[in-house]
């Protein structure tokens, strides 16, 4: 076999740890509260700094790390290599002053340095602040003075002007190193003559209720506030995660673990993974880009075996197989193969016939749909937003089992994960072994376990200020419990909307469903106050591309396409099948196709790209207007 073939695929369930049932409460006849024991002991001394050199004592040779070279080829980082790194680079940070308990923030694309100085920053007794690379100035000195700062890391020049424009205004900021210019080589150099003996002095003094790293959130309104994330909560996260979902991050077969990260390490489920990975010793690739041919480019030469994902990224490559079978002029039999997929997927024992029917569509359909993602893909976690049943069900019956969760920052991630061999699509599973789910009476989510952070950073005092009440933290999410404890999220408590009439209404599944079309870039639906829903809609880049290519519009003029009929007719058929989902009170009568693009620089998204929807509100005032301007609909 080549070293570019497929192995043999198999889409039975994955052999693994049977998921613990989780334990019930019931109000009223319904499950109103869930919680599943923890699978492993606590962490009861020690910090997450000590884990490369736990890998460098047990197994010093295990490969933990692929790093990519210029040519684009993958180069083997094995466990004692790491370690070495760890400890040299912080001998460096020490060198340069920075004492126990000092927040270093990171500002910087996915990179191997970004993992490297996380975990030297720990080994130096230091706390990590993490910052979007795409920031602005603003944004980044406000995390910068809030969490005070002491020294920050950043990936180019052009990062470091732009912190350097804000330096008047940071005073505690002593330190400012650019990777591209060379900063962990001149760690290294600075801690050259710093004893041994030093950083395992420094690396002894955190417990696991010592203070991690301070995660800032998104913030769709206000400010950022910082998340103030423990050793112990990490450890309760990756711990019951990589021990729940065996298959994914325990090598099983001759095929060792491994992935491609390409989620910003600035956002806590991508650092939570990471963190998991160097401690399950799974080998780890960082992927800085995911435009399209890059990120393609980096899976087919590393070839992961799983993938962690947004639910953007795995429609993205549903809809670029679609637009390619209908280049070809096979869109009818991808779309016979997407159905039997789903019914896989769907289905807990297939019929010979269903068998049949899959194994005839693997060559010709699925296997192309692993090829995209590296072609040894049989896993992917899945998170961030709901990916939606369909496209759970179709890549299950593709060959690749999607574990989806549910999760904030105040949690160091995953809260609830679909259980190994009992998925249930249209959830986001049960909760993660050592977690309580309740939802309060006005369908509030809470959530409560180990992984439950310290609280929100007070920048005046210098602590985490607690924010639980009795161990249970209010999400602001809208869920329910079905009869055997599954979670279902519907929405945000501040995103209902609630119309002239008093109907209330939650905007994400409408918008979820919308948003998988291949046309459509972002979805916002709107009608607080109102007589009726509506929705501004956004066009995929991608996909605009290729419809306009298949009918010969490439001439028309994108303000034109926006009122062209044969595409609003695709969109308004679209808009029919998510309707379908809701009453017809909940429904959208009206639609408007937008020029333009939600996006984190216009503003209109957050890095976790999430609406804002104030900012949307404010700009396109007028579209939403003429919606509404003369028409008289009541609700039905």
Known sequence: MSTTEEPHVSVAPAAG??????????????????????????????????????????????????????????EDVTASAFAAEVHSVAKGLIAEGLRPGDRIALMARTTYEWTLLDFAAWAAGLITVPVYPTSSAFQARWILQDSGAAACVVEDMAQARMVSTERRQLPGLAHLWVFEAGAVDHLRKAGARVPDQVVTVRRGLPTPETLATLIYTSGTTGRPKGCALTHANFFAEVDNATELLHPVFKTISKEPASTLLFLPLSHVFGRMVAIGCVRARV??????????????????????????????????????????????????????????????????????????????????????????????VRYAVCGGSPLGARLAEFFAGAGVEVYEGYGLTETTAASTVTPPQRPRTGTVGWPLPGTAVRIAADGEVWLKGGHVFAGYWDSQRGVALPYTDEGWFPTGDLGSLDEDGYLRITGRKKDILITSAGKNVTPAPLEDWLRAHPLVGQCMVLGDNRPYITALITLDHEGLVHWRRMRKKDHIALWELARDEELLAVLQRAVDEANRLVSRAESIRMFRVLTTEFTESSGHLTPSLKLKRGAVLRDFAREVESMYEGHELREG
Do not use: C
């Open 17 to 74: 740890i049977p998921p613990v049932e989780p334990s019930k409460t019931l109000v009223d006849g319904r499950v109103r509260e869930v919680s599943v024991p923890p699978l492993v002991p606590r962490v009861q001394r020690g910090s997450l700094a000590d884990i490369p050199y736990r890998n460098a004592r047990e197994a010093p040779d295990a490969v933990v790390f692929g790093r990519k070279r210029q040519d684009g080829t993958w």
């Open 283 to 376: 080998r780890i690739g960082h992927a800085p880009s995911i435009d399209g041919d890059d990120l393609l480019t980096d899976l087919a030469a590393f070839r992961p075996t799983f993938l962690v994902a947004i639910p953007y990224v795995l429609e993205k490559v549903y809809n670029n197989a679609r637009a390619t079978a209908e280049r070809l002029g096979r869109t009818s039999s991808f779309d016979r193969a997407a159905r039997v997929a789903r019914r896989y997927g769907h289905t807990e024992d297939p019929s010979l016939t269903l068998r049949a029917a899959r194994a005839l569509y693997d060559p010709l359909v699925y296997r192309r749909i692993r090829a995209a993602l590296g072609g040894r």
